[in-house]
């Protein structure tokens, strides 16, 4: 239940760097999310997708827009 909490909260970040970015012409939280996440999947996720069996996409995706919401329950299942 948490976790999905924490998922949502993910999106509003995103909606609210959207919003800034219209709104106020800076695309700074939106673009720090997107890298943020990205430097997340190569670092951690990846290999804990792999490991769980997610392909490479569909991991991407899950880091992109929830960051490490989606992949620290998998790391707790593992060990």
Known sequence: MKDKLMQGFCLVLYA????LWILRKNPA???GLLVV????YFIVARKIGMKAGIS???AFLLCLLFGFT???P???KQN
């Open 74 to 76: 998998l790391k707790k």
């Open 37 to 40: 996440h990205s430097a997340e």
């Open 70 to 72: 989606w992949w620290l």
């Open 29 to 31: 939280l939106f673009v």
């Open 16 to 19: 609210a760097g959207i919003v």
């Open 56 to 58: 490479k996409g569909k």
